[in-house]
């Protein structure tokens, strides 16, 4: 009674028209008063917001693990469960990998060599960490990529395209039709934002006025500016997809949470127990008719 008091008190009555304007905030508030409850907007999962994890970057890049949180799923926010299938998981060291492969805009292509490949747990494919000069750094690693090799790296739109190796970066514009590329830039100046899942590779189709056109993993195409930077060949670990499970439990270490309950096993229509066929049998004929008894009414 206290709480309809309350909200009554904060509504203006108008005689004419008989009808109550209500005060939001006061209405908020008795409601919340009433429930006890608190008034939180739930984000929607996607629009590239990640609940499975979050990193601690440092100000300076830095091949060094990085320390990360594990969300489970749920809001850092909120602490509220946002995505359902994220839960569990071993601990796994991230490592910055990254995204920008600048070289020289004119003059030879600049030289690194790979020092070591490496797996990361928290990505499909394998990293490789590959020194420049002083620098070092981690790129993702292509499919034969092996240690000691050269990559190159440039920023030059010759007249006749280059021959690339695996592993080295070069503009759509001077690379030839046909190529398979990963790490594509998905604007002039950006980080690389496309084609970062294991074995996955993008294919140059054709050229015409200063756009090239790509086909993406997913089949679709799309023109992109000349200038664009990209990594030549196929992305490492390609039996990613093949991988065997073997377990539920393989399926909890790899931070995946089960659908509990909304699977049973004699219960719907790929639920249903498989039982065994029994045996052969016989159709066995219909049982015959018993003969009836005839009885003499007749006196003899």
Not at 137 to 156: F, Q
């Amino acid at each position: 009674m206290n709480n309809i008091t309350r909200l009554l008190a904060n509504c203006t009555l108008n005689t004419t028209r008989c009808h109550l304007k209500y005060n939001a905030a006061a209405l908020t508030a008795a409601i919340q008063l009433r429930g006890k409850c608190k008034v939180v907007v739930k984000p929607a999962p996607g629009a590239g917001q990640q609940f499975r994890r979050t990193v601690h970057y440092p100000e300076e890049y830095t091949v060094a693990p990085l320390k990360i949180t594990h969300l489970a799923g749920r809001d850092p926010v909120t602490g509220r469960l946002v995505a359902k299938g994220i839960g569990g998981g071993i601990k796994q060291k991230f490592h910055w990998v990254k995204w920008v492969r600048d070289g020289p805009s004119e003059g030879p292509p600049q030289e690194e060599r790979v020092l070591q490949i490496l797996d990361d747990g928290c990505r499909t494919a394998k990293i490789a960490l590959v020194g420049v000069g002083d620098e070092l750094k981690y790129i993702l690693a292509t499919e034969n990529m092996k240690v000691g090799d050269i990559i190159k790296t440039s920023r030059v739109i010759p007249r006749i395209p280059v021959r690339p190796n695996e592993g080295d970066a070069y503009p759509l514009g001077a690379l030839p039709v046909g190529t398979r590329i990963h790490n594509l830039e998905k604007n002039p100046g950006y980080p690389f934002h496309l084609i970062h899942s294991a074995g996955t590779y993008g294919t140059i189709l054709r050229k015409f006025d200063d756009k090239v056109v790509v086909q993406l993993p997913s089949k679709r195409e799309f023109a992109f500016d000349r200038i664009c930077m990209a990594t030549v060949g196929r992305l490492s670990n390609i039996e990613h997809n093949k991988e065997h499970i073997g377990s539920a439990q393989r399926m909890r270490l790899l931070g995946n949470r089960p659908r509990s309950g909304l699977w049973k096993r004699k219960e719907g229509k790929h639920g249903r127990k498989i039982r065994k066929l029994p045996p052969m049998s016989l159709a066995t004929p219909p049982p015959k008719k018993k003969e009836e008894i005839i009885q003499l009414t007749l006196n003899l």
